[in-house]
C-alpha cells in the first residue's frame, strides 16, 4: 500500500518569507503523479500544484514550486513570498494514474504580519 | 469554482438515518471520486465510479452505497447513520484516462452532522 507522509503538523511563516513544507512517500511503482492541496478555513479543497513522476524538472506555479527526489521519495512544496492568504491546511497526495488520491495528514500553515 | 457541484452543502440529521448525497462532476469528467474528511481520520478515499461503473473500492462502509447514472451524475448514500458518520464529504471528478492531465478536481463538500 502507498503511503503518504507529511512529518510537520503545523508550520509559521511571515509574510514575504518563504516557507518550505516536507512531504514523503512509499511506493514501488514508477509510473505515478503528486499533488498539493491546499484546504483554507472555507474548507474547499484547492489543487496547487502537480508533478509527473516521470519529469525530471520540477513544478512551478507562479509562487509555488516543488523539489522532487524521486530517489528519495520525497515531494517538498516551497512557497515564497508568502500572503495572508496562503495560510490554510496545506495536504500532500499521492495517485497512480486514474486512480483515487492517497493524502497525507497535513501541515497547518499559519502566515503572520 | 471547480465546476464540481455538490448538493446539499449541509446536512444534520439523526442516529439511524438515511441520507443521499448528490455530485455533479465537470464537464467531459467521466471518473467520480467520494471522499470523507474526519477530524480523526483525515482524508479517505471511499469508492470511485468510471463512467458509470465501480471502478475501486477504499474504506468504504458497508452501510454505505453510491452509483454514477448515465448522465455520469453520482450519488452516496449513507443509511443507519452513527454519531461517527458526522463529516466533511468531498466528490471529486477527473477525466480518468490515465493521462498527465489527469487532475481530480474538488467539490465544495457536504457536511454532514449526525445528532
Known amino acids: 500500500a502507498q503511503t503518504v507522509t507529511q512529518s510537520q503538523p503545523e508550520m509559521s511563516v511571515q509574510e514575504a518569507e518563504t516557507v518550505t513544507l516536507s512531504c514523503t512517500y512509499d511506493t514501488s511503482e514508477s509510473d505515478y503523479y503528486l499533488f498539493w492541496y491546499k484546504q483554507p478555513p472555507s474548507r474547499q479543497m484547492i489543487l496547487v500544484i502537480r508533478q509527473e513522476a516521470y519529469k525530471q524538472q520540477n513544478a512551478t506555479e507562479n509562487r509555488f514550486s516543488v523539489n522532487f527526489q524521486k530517489a528519495a521519495k520525497s515531494f517538498s512544496l516551497k512557497i515564497s513570498d508568502s500572503q495572508l492568504g496562503d495560510a490554510a491546511m496545506y495536504f500532500c497526495?499521492?495517485?497512480?494514474?486514474?486512480?483515487?488520491?492517497?493524502f497525507g495528514k497535513g501541515t497547518s500553515l499559519l502566515v503572520t504580519p | 469554482d471547480s465546476g464540481v457541484t455538490q448538493t446539499p452543502k449541509h446536512l444534520i440529521t439523526a442516529t439511524g438515518q438515511r441520507v443521499t448525497l448528490r455530485c455533479s462532476p465537470r464537464s467531459g469528467d467521466l471518473s467520480v471520486y467520494w471522499y470523507q474528511q474526519s477530524l480523526d481520520q483525515g482524508l479517505q478515499f471511499l469508492i470511485q465510479y468510471y463512467n458509470g461503473e465501480e471502478r475501486a473500492k477504499g474504506n468504504i462502509l458497508e452501510r454505505f452505497s453510491a452509483q454514477q447514472f448515465p448522465d455520469l451524475h453520482s450519488e452516496l448514500n449513507l443509511s443507519s447513520l452513527e454519531l461517527g458518520d458526522s463529516a466533511l464529504y468531498f466528490c471529486?471528478?477527473?477525466?480518468?484516462?490515465?493521462?498527465?492531465?489527469?487532475?481530480?478536481?474538488f467539490g465544495p463538500g457536504t457536511r454532514l452532522t449526525v445528532l
Open positions: 471529486a471528478s477527473s477525466v480518468a484516462s490515465g493521462t498527465s492531465t489527469d487532475t481530480q478536481y
Open positions: 497526495a499521492y495517485t497512480l494514474p486514474g486512480y483515487a488520491l492517497n
